[in-house]
Antibody, heavy 119, light 107 residues
Framework: QVQLQQWGAGLLKPSETLSLACAVY????????WTWIRQPPGKGLEWIGE???????NYNPSLKSRVTISVDTSKNQFFLSLRSVTAADTAAYYC?????????????WGQGALVTVSS | AIRMTQSPSSLSASIGDRVTVTCRAS??????LAWYQQKPGKAPQLLIY???TLQSGVPSRFSGSGSGTDFTLTISCLQSDDFATYFC?????????FGQGTRVEMK
């Protein structure tokens, strides 16, 4: 059964770059679109973007200018980089995997990582 | 982006109640609609996908219906474990979008 384990810095200052990583354990790394989703405290879920094993990406237009999602297939890991953060980027960030391919719901989630942006 | 609007934003209910949550899409999403349950401090968990298909392991008291723009999540007989927040999500096109959530609280 696939498991996702994520890590990264939890406290950033405004204008810094958020960097998170997610490791995939069990199951195949290819054939899926590996996804990042975030949730500000007490608020709803926002889809950030996704990447497949070939490096093909889809991003949320609201974040596209600041986001890069990348992948390291040799380590079964994928990464999120969000530049020029502000307090509005404070959120729990989740890595996730849809059931199969891209057009499917999310069935596997990482444990989540709270990232706080504060001066 | 497709806007997903849930109603109500919150509701109070008792054990054994029938609970209904609605989700409306700003444009048609066919049946590419999922429902998730989230408890405090935890990641969401998939309940229903393809608008009406129950995810494996999810109790049969949960059901979903609808297609196009209007969808419903029903809990037929509310249990103590069901007090949580529920989100709908469309995966019909990009960007994937979620409803704002419906919090089910104990009356």
């Amino acid at each position: 059964q696939v498991q996702l384990q994520q890590w990264g810095a939890g406290l950033l200052k405004p204008s810094e770059t958020l960097s998170l990583a997610c490791a995939v354990y069990g199951g195949s790394f290819s054939g899926y679109y590996w996804t990042w989703i975030r949730q500000p405290p007490g608020k709803g879920l926002e889809w950030i973007g996704e990447i497949n094993h070939s490096g093909d990406t889809n991003y949320n237009p609201s974040l596209k200018s600041r986001v890069t999602i990348s992948v390291d297939t040799s380590k079964n890991q994928f990464f999120l980089s969000l530049r020029s953060v502000t307090a509005a980027d404070t959120a729990a960030y989740y890595c996730a995997r849809p059931t199969s391919g891209s057009g499917s719901p999310i069935t596997t989630w990482g444990q989540g990582a709270l990232v706080t942006v504060s001066s | 982006a497709i806007r997903m609007t849930q109603s109500p934003s919150s509701l109070s209910a008792s054990i054994g109640d029938r609970v209904t949550v609605t989700c409306r899409a700003s444009q048609g999403v066919s049946s590419y609609l999922a429902w998730y349950q989230q408890k405090p401090g935890k990641a969401p968990q998939l309940l229903i996908y393809a608008a009406s298909t129950l995810q494996s392991g999810v109790p049969s008291r949960f059901s979903g219906s609808g297609s196009g723009t209007d969808f419903t999540l029903t809990i037929s007989c509310l249990q103590s474990d069901d007090f949580a927040t529920y989100f709908c999500q469309q995966y019909y096109n990009y960007p994937r979008t979620f409803g704002q959530g419906t919090r089910v609280e104990m009356k």
